[in-house]
């Protein structure tokens, strides 16, 4: 988080006429972020800050700017867009005027895609790339489609004249995950919603009284109405009552049904209530059969509830909530010194009690609270320095623990197989049992990991330029009596995949892709790279792992000869599974499909 300065002014954290500031902070390692209305952001990551610390120089592109103009398909001039540019930093954005044009400040000299927003966020351009400084850019966002259809009760076949109807997927810009809900009333149940991007659509539709449904058989093209997309829901449950603690009442408990119970039909999201000032709390729309409903607050144990519900039925559901013991303790390093901003978590049987974000204060001291009898593990984590752990740790506890962290050891290394404006760009990790460490690459390539422990190290280098993101292939290292050999990565070294995901056509943005080797049998022919009849598998082929850039488009670095198992993941869940063989670099494009299942 941004830091005070030396000298407090208002504006304390802007530079002066000699481009110089001076701000006021702890000694240790901190991240330098500097950016500006007409500067492109810089950040310069794991910077060692102490009182012998040289000035640090930051070199930024300033001025420069790309202009263009936001229209329909037909060239009619689209007001009010939004237009946005993704740096490693923050992203860009400009806002079209009434005639369509635009002007965006503060990028970096080079390749960068645009990508152009409706007002309401719902309809997209195609991104596009260019160089900036760039002008006479043309971005086209599609006209919409329309779907209509008709909401009614599986049961009586009546329509539900109330309710409220999303498309999570509609918006495409980056960070942004609002479901844009339309509330409607209907006496016909009918439902219209416009501005729907071309390609396949999910929709989801949440009613009082009723378990939440959805459709994801949609698929419409741009300008052009879709009629009949009926939805039918099932009546659901409520189940209400009252959270206490020592029987006085506990506002603010997250209350929701067991995610791992719940029917497959409603959104990422689970639906779930607080309890308010009296403790009170209710749940609409629970699906018949045995259902398992959690309770969970900072400070208090969490606690689960079996409870059996019937379809139009009333459920009353009290808990009372234990708050359990608290774990005091404090880190330090070697030398006894208490250790700022360490974040700590205890677990047993693989839960963390990290809810609450037990941070370490400026002696080192934590308290983490909530727990219930028991045995835990305890880890203390901060960027730079080798994770601490003290297993079977006893709660209640007889007395304060305390945790040493390691410096740990260095590793340096080497970017290579880029263009030395793309150096900077890279950021660098390495991650060893429970420790990680990030930095990037400085003008020549060259890069220091510090605080890793002994063992085997993953080393991977990221680059984000453009708006495309790509990494190169990682190596693996053996750190010894805290001595790590030197490491060189190298974006042209392996097989490199490319290509695009889309789904229903429309490119899929801001996932990832991961290939896993598949082990234990001979490779089968090659997909590209001529006629090939048998590749042995190498057994040190390493997981690689993209992200999927705002296009849709991926590169996958470091791929070794073999058979590969693919899978697209999207908000941390995994949403589609293929095959792919190694053979040579490539291109392999997925379009995500599937088959429709219906029932009763």
Known sequence: SPV????????????????????RTSEGRHDVMVTGDDVAPVRLQNQMLNSRSATIVVTVDRGIEISGRVVRPDGTPVPDAIVDAPTPVMQRTAETAANGTFTMAGIAAGITVLTAHSTDGDLSSPPVTVTAPAKNVTLTIPRGARIEGRISDRATQQPVTDFAISLPSRNQRQFQFASNEKTIHADDGHYAIDNVPPGAVDLYVRAAGYVRGSRGDVVVEDGKTVTGIDIQLDRGATVSGRVTAAGAPV???????????????????????????DGFYKLDGVAEGDRLIQFNKAGFISAQKPVEVKAGGDVRLDVELDPGHELRGRVVDRSGRGVAGVYVDASTGGMRRNTNMNVTDGDGAFTVAGLSDGKYQVTARKEGMVTAEASDVDVPQAQPITLTLDAGATITGRVSGLPPDQLTQVSVTGSGGMSRSQTNADASGN??????????????????SGGRRRMAPAKTVVIENGVAPAVELNFEEGINVSGRVTKGGAPLPYGSISFMPVVGRP????????????????????????????DGTYTAAGLSIGDYTVRVNTSGMSMYQTRYTAVASGTFDIDIHGATLRGR
Do not use: H, W, Y
Not at 4 to 23: F, N, Q, S, Y
Not at 542 to 549: E, G, L, T
């Open 447 to 464: 890069f220091t990991l510090n605080g890793l422990p002994d063992g085997r190290v993953r080393v991977e280098a990221f680059l984000f």
């Open 523 to 550: 490779a089968k022919p090659g997909v590209s790279g001529g006629s090939v009849t048998s590749i042995p598998s190498d057994p040190a082929r390493q997981f690689v792992n993209a992200v999927i850039s705002s």
């Open 4 to 23: 005070g300065c030396a000298d407090p002014r208002p504006d304390c954290r802007r530079t002066g006429a000699d481009g110089l500031v001076a701000v």
């Open 251 to 277: 506002a603010g408990v997250d209350v929701r049904q067991d995610s791992q119970r719940m029917p497959q039909i409603s959104p990422p999201t689970s639906a779930g209530a607080n309890t308010d000032a």
